[in-house]
């Protein structure tokens, strides 16, 4: 009896140390980790991770922290064996709206899966992670309304149809941008002011925006960093346009207008004290024009 007793209480204590460990998994942050790889890698979910450690939404994750990944194996999931991630490497001109566009999902999503904050800028040669289930889905969503149009009785196919399906919703959105910034011309310069009745140049630019939904960053050189780069050739109305008005153009951008068509701007002039139409062609600006921005996807 004594013999299967000493046999019996290794294997007890065998057992009851791998019921131990499989109560309780971690994981070691290591650098370039976000929750969403550290789940699928494990086949969790995110919402898991934040609910074991107690993280927030905004919480930043530090390397060498331990994470739990499960208390009890039952809590495991195999949701992110369906969404396995994909990685963008981030390119020059290159903004969220425009790769969450590209790539058939948000900005909201993007900057969850690699914990971005509203005002974080975009590095070139970062790779951000991509959910790739949603490019399959987002691929069969417009098969599906391309048919439907295509099924259309006893009606043209518009090109627009097909290729431009947002363009409807940028053109109400840039109309809308001018509408409101030709109801401000005449209005005060003043540096530093964004409200109804003075502005300086950013700060049109942001008032106007704000009105229809979009968020820029304040000051002119940090709006010159979002939405789609576009150049002087591609301009359309309501394109944000940045120059260099330094003394000695310096190389930076310190000026900002939105372009209302035709080759004219709208902008907060400090040398006229005023918001005013100018001219793009007007040597002063042609000359310091440095590129343009479309924020009214």
């Known amino acids: 009896m004594k013999r299967i007793y000493k ?55 530090k390397v060498g922290k331990v994470l739990v990944i499960a208390r009890d194996n039952k809590k495991i999931t195999t949701r992110h064996t369906v969404t396995s991630s994909n ?41 951000l992670v991509l ?21 259309r009785k006893k009606s043209k196919l518009a090109f627009n149809d097909i290729v431009f399906k947002n363009s409807h919703t940028y053109n109400t959105k840039a109309k809308k941008m001018i509408a409101i910034a030709k109801t401000k ?8 002011a964004s409200g109804s009745n003075a502005f300086d140049c950013s700060g049109l630019t942001s008032y106007v925006c704000k009105l229809n939904g979009i968020n820029i960053p304040r000051r002119a050189i940090a ?4 939405g789609k780069y576009v150049s002087r050739r591609d ?3 309501g394109d944000l346009i940045f120059f260099d008005t330094s003394k000695h153009r310096r190389g930076y951008v310190n000026h900002v207008g939105i372009y209302i068509g035709n080759g004219k701007f709208i902008h907060a002039s400090s040398a006229k004290h005023k918001v005013i139409t100018t001219s793009l062609d007007k040597p002063f600006y042609a000359q310091r024009f440095k590129w343009a921005r479309r924020v009214a996807l």
Request: no cysteine; proline share 2%; glycine share 4%.
């Open 235 to 237: 301009l359309k109305p």
């Open 131 to 151: 959910p790739s289930n949603n490019i399959h889905y987002a691929t069969r969503s417009s098969s599906e309304k391309l048919s439907k149009v295509l099924k």
């Open 87 to 127: 990685t963008y490497k981030i390119k020059k001109g290159d903004n969220l709206i425009a790769i969450a566009k590209k790539h058939h999902t948000t900005v909201s999503k993007l900057r969850e899966l690699n914990h971005l904050s509203k005002h974080s800028i975009l590095k070139v040669g970062k790779s």
């Open 185 to 192: 011309l005449g209005r005060r310069y003043i540096w530093g």
């Open 7 to 61: 046999f019996l209480l290794p294997l007890s204590i065998m057992a009851m140390s791998s019921t131990l460990s499989a109560k309780s998994m971690t994981h070691k942050v290591k650098k370039g980790d976000s929750l969403y790889v550290i789940a699928h890698k494990h086949h969790t979910t995110v919402e898991n991770l934040r609910k074991l450690n107690h993280l927030g939404k905004h919480d930043v994750l």
């Open 223 to 226: 709006q010159s960093k979002v």
